[in-house]
Every structure is written in structure tokens, then in C-alpha cells.
């Protein structure tokens, strides 16, 4: 096991290398921050003071060497807009959209998950074409439109929500069932064609044949092998939802770093957008490795091969 | 599932219910009487006024921090705030006097030494970059007496007015006690009439009333609160939802809505940015727009009020033929525009050689005016019409901007530009060795010069009319129509009025 985990661990570092380089070549690649940052009537003298205090002057090459030896002691430099390390700007962003994931996670696990056990169970009956087509319509339709419709369905016309911002739970409503939308969806239809699997297996025959309860068959012997794949599902989608988290902040000025992102993006603050970015790389991949590791866990065949 | 009465009676229940529980929602969300809400698209980078040139965060940042002057919109005249009067001594000496008793919220005393000061950071261009251009013609600042400081000028400058508006006095010991512009961004400290509460990046900026401010306060705004909604749609939607005063930036096609809600209305302001389509003429991009007999067939084959009504629904003002405003010193009210002729465009384009039309590459920006795409293809839809192909090239609004810069939107590309209030820094964009100039005309350039150095506002007006005669006649730009901002603004809030620059200052307004 041990093995197992050093070696997918040693996998991650040459991505990580490869998205440090991608993250650095396609931001240089978007234009001159210069033009974003100063007026557009600025003075050329000024123009060369901004460039040289931010290191913008030097060869393309020398920048790249500076900042992956900055990166890997996890500097990223300042950032150009807010002039204060990239870091910190991401740290101080980092707990509401941990906040808003998790919660999204939460309502994704806690409804998807019967939903999807229901929905088996009672295949074909019109409890499972509703959760059918549920989950076909909320993976179907973009979060953005969630977003806009969810505020104006319960900010605007009922005036139960408040429409963006952060700081109480009423505030985390809209964003997390919006952003739970996809991840709902995806969970309720993994489990729901996984326990359909798993159902018509023997060893469910075998435990019916014994005389266990439905109620014990279901739960001990068919669910409990069919989360299998439901948490590799989960955990490869925590990365997955980093890149909604972008979309569902703007919409509801969620003060959180896939904001952060978009605003660096637009502003080519390359110090933030690459610390952004990278952070969310390591994201992805630290809930592949889980994914993998909960997998050899739960599955001891894993581990062997 | 048949209704009859218990059913119906639970499920009444239950919206009761919900209700309930999210009716505190609700209330947690209403204005509140005496806070004022301002949702506008971004959070300030930093509260110092002086940062940048984003309107947003001068807005924010001058509640605290004031400046010497303001130029209000209602009346156009430069008011006193923290200076008292100016004048000049002679051509190259200001005499600015300065307002007696205040001081800063620190205790500081708000006197000689803190402007002279101020004037210091101001011109030192690796703190204010964004400013480089206004501080340009300062020489330096000295203290008279307490009250009493002389601005020394490298050379005359008409735009006095701006300067002296534009610098927002920060108390030097403070200052330097937070280490400069980087501190002092994140806790000001001010003379001015409300004092922060509270920063949550990206949430929400929470300021008091200034209990010793040396003015009134805005009657009935005891709190101000300003929330950042980026996106355009939850920005209106936050507005209807009835969560904030004023929404800054609304989308056109926002604004019936907003006009149909009761309590609510739209405040148009006719901006300083204005949109034309550069036609360059410069050497290093030969084509057929250096013909001018051309570049004035584009000008006729546009029919500009047919865009203005359809794609803006209204909310603009065509140009006169010229790039200056109604309102501005050197606005020419006896130049006309072109007129929309589709026949005459194409005898000038067959006598310039072009009898069959011709193909021109047109850039234009996607995301960075409102209708941007809509206006470039209506724009070649039309050019279309008498024989001009527009080969159309969008640019993200990043790209577009270095290309702008770099004289790359060439030979045809689509641009509003915002200068400030003045003749000169309108007219300065257009001097053939400016950087994102596409226009190369000796005698516009000498005018030019000669207008940015003109004090005498008569003299002045008649160097811009003879400018803005030569550059109608060349047609060196197509002309377009000047931009309107929308606010949407609760009905509480009165003699709110912002500017064409989209600033806006609390002086004057109340709420009730």
C-alpha cells in the first residue's frame, strides 16, 4: 500500500511541473499588463516605471527561471493590481470558497445519494422517471443560467434570498445549489445506475436467499458496494468544482478565489492568476490521488495491480 | 395528485412555514433607513484616491480621503472642499489658499505642510503611475504659510482645474507612519465626511458618518455600505430585489425594467467617452484610407442614427462631425456630421478608384463597451451596402487594449476613449507621435500644442475650432456617438448625479 501511495504521488510532480509552465507561457501570451493597470493616456515614463518595479522588463526566459524557483518555495510574487503577495490575496479568499465547496459537497452526498438509492430501488416507477429527468435537466443546464434564474426566482420576484454576497447562511443558499446543481445530478445518477449493477450481482441473490431483510440486503450488501465508484465520483468532482466555483462567484459576488481568478484573469495580474490557477491544479490533482487512495482502500484489488 | 381541502391546507402549512424561516432572510437584507448601498462592478484595489484612475475606487476612497477641489456636474464649475480658492499669480504660479480648522479623524491638522506633501507623492511617478500625465506639468509645491501654498508650473497649463481636483490630501504623518501608499490603500484616514468601518475584500466596504466632519454631512446618510457585484444582470437583479440604493453600470437592456419598478429609477449621465472608428492614415499603414476621398465615403455610408435608436435603444448622443462635446471649450457648433448618404459614398469611393469597392480589415473589441459586437456589425453591414468589404476582426478586451497601444488596430478600428474634461487631453490622443494615435497631420499637431498651452479660454476655443474644421474635412476618424452611463437609484435617494467620467461625490446629496 505504502508503495502504491509514494509511487501515485511521484506521478503528480511532472503535471504540476507542466502546469506551472502552461500557467506562465498563457498568461504572457494575453497581452501587456500595462495596458490594464495604467490609464490608457498614461506617460511612457510611467509606463517604464511600473514595468521595471514589477520585474516586467526583463527577458522573457529570466522571468519564467525567477518564478518557478519562486513557486516552488510557494511564492508567487506580488500582485500587480493589489501590489502585496499573490499568496496571501489567495489565502485571504481561500475559507468562503471552502465554505461554498463543502457545502456543495454536503447537499450533493446527503440528496444525490438516496436519491440515487430510490431511484434504483424503484426503477422505472414514476418517482425514478422524475429523478431521471431531474438530474438530466440539472446537468444539462449551465451553471450560469442556475444562477441568474435562482436569483431572480427567489431574490427578485419572492424576495426570500438575498441575491449575492456573503455572510450568513441565507447568503450561501442560492451559490451552493447552484453550484450542487451539476455535482447532484452527477452523484444521483452514479449511484442510481451503479446499485442498479450491483443489484443483479449474486451475492445480493445469496443474501436474499438467506432470508435478510430487503432492508438489510440493500443497505449491507448492494449500497455499500456500489459507493464505490460513487466516491471516486465525489472526489474526482471536488477538482471538477473548482472550475464552477469560478462561474457561480461572479454571478453571486461571492467573495472567494475563483472571483479572485476571474478579476486577475481580466486585470492580467500574472502573479494572481498564476497562483490561482496553480492552487486549483494542485486541487485537481490531490482529489485524483485521494480518489485513487480512497479507491485501493475500499477496493483491496487496486492495490495489487 | 387530486386536491381537496386537507392537502391544500398542508400545503399551505408548509409555505407558511418556509416562509417562516426565510422571512428573517428577507428582513436581513432590506435597506435600512440612513445606510446608503452602492453595488458597483468592483472592489477597490486600494482606498487611496491617488492609487489608480479607477472610477470605482476613487468613488469609494474620496468619501474619506478629499481633495483640494471637486468639479460638480450640476453647476460644471470647480467648488472648493479642502482648498478654499486658487489663483494665478502669473502664468506659471498658483496661489492656493487653504480652508481653516480641519483636521484629519486622527487628530492630524489638516494644514500647508500635508498639501505640499501630498503634492510630493503626486509627482513622484513610481507612486502614482496612473497619474504621470497630470502631474506632468508640476514643478513643485511650497508652503507660504499654514494656511497659504504656491504651485510652481513648468509651463502654463489651462487644465489647472483638473489637477486641483484630482489630488486628494493625505495627512504625512499618518502616511508615513503606515508606510506609504500600500498602508494608508487599505486604512485611510481622511477629513472628509465619513470615516471606515469596516473591509471585506470582495464583500462589502462599511463607512460611518464623520461625527467632527468640518461640512454637513449628507442629510440622512448616516452609514454608507458598498457592495462589489460584478457580473451586469445580479448587479440589476440585486437593484429590483430591492437590496441596494444605487447600481452602478446597468445594461441597456435593463433599464425599462428598472423604470417600470415603483421606487426605483434610471440616471442617465452622458459620458466623456466617445466612439469613433479610427482611420489611420499613418505611414507605416498604407491602404486606401490614406486617400481621404475614402475615409469621407466611410462617413457617409453610415447611417449613425439608425444605430444609436436600434442597438443603444436610444441612450446616446451622436458627434457633431467632431471629436469635443456640447459642453466642452472648443465645441464648434457650426461643424455638422455627416450625413448618412449612400450615394454620394459611392461616387467618392468610384472617384477615388474604387469603383468596384474594396476590402479593409476592421478590428473592433467583444465585452469592453456595451454593444460592442452589435455596433462593429451593423457598422459593416452598412459599409457593406456601398461596396466595402469589412473584413471583421473582435478582440478580447485585453488584446484590444495592447493592440489600441501598439498601433495595431489598424487600418480601421473601433474605439471609445475617455479622456478627462479637458480640451487638450481629448484632442492630445490624436498628435501624430502619440502612442495609440492613428492620424499623422502636421497642422493638427501644431494646434494642438498650441492649445495646451493656451490660458486664455477665448484664444483656445478658436485653436480647437480650427482643429476640429481641418480633422472634419480629412475625415481622419468616423464618427460615432457618445456613450450614456445608466444608474439605477431607489427613489430615497436624492440629487444623485454623477459625471460623464462615471465619478460622483456625496457633497450635495441626501437621503430621505
Same mark, same amino acid.
Given at each position: 500500500m505504502l508503495g502504491y501511495v509514494i509511487r501515485r504521488i511521484l506521478y503528480t510532480l511532472p503535471s504540476l511541473f507542466c502546469i506551472l509552465l502552461a500557467c506562465f507561457l498563457l498568461t504572457r501570451l494575453s497581452g501587456d499588463p500595462v495596458e490594464l493597470f495604467l490609464p490608457i493616456d498614461a506617460s511612457e515614463e510611467a509606463r517604464q516605471a511600473f514595468r521595471e518595479q514589477n520585474g516586467l522588463d526583463r527577458p522573457v526566459v529570466e522571468q519564467f527561471f525567477v518564478f518557478t524557483e519562486r513557486a516552488v518555495r510557494g511564492d508567487f510574487g506580488n500582485s500587480l493590481r493589489f501590489q502585496e503577495p499573490a499568496v496571501d490575496l489567495l489565502i485571504e479568499r481561500l475559507p468562503a470558497t471552502l465554505e461554498l465547496a463543502l457545502a456543495t459537497l454536503a447537499l450533493s452526498v446527503v440528496i444525490g445519494i438516496p436519491a440515487g438509492i430510490a431511484s434504483a430501488y424503484f426503477r422505472n416507477s414514476p418517482l425514478d422517471f422524475t429523478v431521471r429527468g431531474v438530474t438530466a435537466f440539472g446537468q444539462a443546464v449551465p451553471t450560469f443560467y442556475w444562477g441568474i434564474l435562482s436569483i431572480i426566482i427567489f431574490? !427578485?420576484?419572492?424576495?426570500?434570498?438575498?441575491s449575492t454576497g456573503s455572510g450568513t447562511i441565507w447568503h450561501l443558499i442560492l451559490p451552493a445549489t447552484t453550484l450542487a446543481s451539476t455535482m447532484l445530478a452527477l452523484v444521483t445518477r452514479v449511484m442510481r445506475s451503479t446499485l442498479l449493477e450491483t443489484i443483479r450481482q449474486d451475492y445480493v441473490r445469496t443474501a436474499r436467499a438467506k432470508g435478510l431483510t430487503e432492508m438489510a440486503v440493500l443497505v449491507h450488501h448492494a449500497v455499500r458496494n456500489a459507493l464505490i465508484p460513487v466516491v471516486t465520483v465525489v472526489a474526482l468532482q471536488f477538482g471538477v468544482l473548482m472550475g464552477g466555483v469560478i462561474v457561480t462567484e461572479t454571478v453571486f459576488a461571492w467573495p472567494g478565489v475563483g472571483r479572485l481568478a476571474i478579476q486577475a484573469i481580466y486585470a492580467r495580474d500574472y502573479p494572481v492568476v498564476q497562483a490561482v490557477v496553480f492552487f486549483f491544479a494542485v486541487i485537481f490533482v490531490l482529489s485524483n490521488l485521494a480518489a485513487d487512495l480512497l479507491h485501493a482502500v475500499l477496493d483491496p484489488r487496486v492495490r495489487l495491480r | 395528485m387530486k386536491i381537496n381541502r386537507r392537502t391544500f391546507n398542508a400545503a399551505l402549512a408548509g409555505q407558511a412555514l418556509i416562509a417562516g424561516i426565510l422571512g428573517r432572510g428577507s428582513s436581513a437584507m432590506a435597506l435600512t433607513a440612513g445606510t446608503l448601498t452602492i453595488a458597483q462592478g468592483f472592489d477597490p484595489v486600494s482606498l487611496w484616491p491617488n492609487f489608480s484612475t479607477t472610477q470605482e475606487q476613487i468613488n469609494v476612497g474620496s468619501a474619506i480621503v478629499e481633495s483640494l477641489f471637486w468639479v460638480d456636474p450640476k453647476t460644471g464649475k470647480t467648488e472648493p472642499v479642502l482648498g478654499e480658492s486658487y489663483e494665478l499669480v502669473d502664468p506659471k504660479t498658483v496661489k492656493i489658499v487653504l480652508r481653516k480648522g480641519v483636521k484629519y479623524t486622527n487628530g492630524e491638522e489638516f494644514n500647508a505642510d500635508a498639501v505640499v506633501n501630498t503634492f510630493k507623492i503626486f509627482t513622484d511617478v513610481k507612486v502614482t503611475p496612473a497619474y504621470g500625465r497630470y502631474a506632468a506639468p508640476i514643478d513643485r509645491a511650497e508652503k507660504t504659510d499654514d494656511h497659504t501654498v504656491t504651485l510652481y508650473l513648468k509651463h502654463p497649463y489651462p487644465a489647472l482645474h483638473l489637477i486641483l481636483s484630482q489630488i486628494y490630501i493625505v495627512p504625512p504623518k499618518y502616511w508615513a507612519e503606515v508606510g506609504g501608499a500600500e498602508g494608508f490603500g487599505k486604512k485611510p484616514i481622511g477629513t472628509g465626511p465619513y470615516v471606515l468601518t469596516e473591509w471585506v475584500r470582495d464583500n462589502r466596504i462599511v463607512m460611518d458618518a464623520n461625527a467632527n466632519y468640518w461640512g454637513k454631512v449628507p442629510? #440622512?446618510?448616516?452609514k454608507l455600505v458598498w457592495r462589489p457585484v460584478p457580473d451586469d444582470t445580479a448587479r440589476t437583479n440585486g437593484l429590483l430585489a430591492g437590496e441596494f440604493d444605487i447600481a452602478t453600470n446597468i445594461p441597456i437592456s435593463a433599464a425599462a425594467q428598472i423604470k417600470a419598478q415603483k421606487g426605483l429609477r434610471v440616471v442617465s449621465v452622458p459620458s466623456y467617452r466617445i466612439f469613433t472608428i479610427g482611420l489611420s492614415n499613418l505611414p507605416e499603414h498604407p491602404g486606401p484610407l490614406h486617400d481621404k476621398r475614402v475615409r469621407q465615403a466611410l462617413n457617409y455610408a453610415i447611417d449613425k442614427q439608425a444605430i444609436l435608436d436600434s442597438l443603444l435603444q436610444g441612450e446616446g448622443r451622436l458627434l457633431s #462631425?467632431?471629436?469635443?462635446?456640447?459642453?466642452?471649450? #472648443?465645441?464648434?457648433?457650426a461643424i455638422k456630421d455627416y450625413p448618412f448618404d449612400p450615394e454620394k459614398a459611392k461616387a467618392l469611393l468610384a472617384e477615388a478608384g474604387f469603383p468596384n469597392g474594396l476590402t479593409i480589415t476592421f478590428k473592433f473589441p467583444t465585452g469592453r463597451y456595451a454593444q460592442d459586437r452589435e455596433v462593429a456589425e451593423a457598422v459593416a453591414g452598412m459599409l457593406a451596402e456601398v461596396g466595402v468589404k469589412a473584413e471583421m476582426v473582435s478582440l478580447e478586451a485585453g488584446e484590444f487594449l495592447r493592440q489600441l497601444s501598439a498601433r495595431e488596430l489598424a487600418p480601421m478600428g473601433f474605439v471609445g476613449l475617455a479622456p478627462a474634461d479637458d480640451p487638450d487631453l481629448q484632442w492630445a490622443q490624436y498628435r501624430s507621435d502619440w502612442r495609440y494615435s492613428y492620424l499623422t497631420h502636421p497642422e493638427i499637431d501644431k494646434l494642438i500644442d498650441a492649445g495646451a498651452r493656451e490660458v486664455d479660454a477665448n484664444k483656445r476655443a478658436e485653436i480647437y475650432k480650427k482643429a476640429a474644421q481641418i480633422m472634419h474635412d480629412e475625415a481622419s476618424v468616423l464618427f460615432l456617438y457618445q456613450a450614456v452611463d445608466l444608474y439605477g437609484v431607489t427613489d430615497? !435617494?436624492?440629487?444623485?448625479l454623477p459625471r460623464g467620467d462615471q465619478r460622483w461625490a456625496l457633497y450635495g446629496m441626501s437621503m430621505s
Open positions: 431574490s !427578485v420576484w419572492l424576495r426570500w434570498l438575498p | 442629510a #440622512g446618510i448616516k #462631425g467632431q471629436l469635443l462635446r456640447k459642453e466642452q471649450l #472648443g465645441f464648434d457648433p430615497r !435617494v436624492k440629487d444623485f
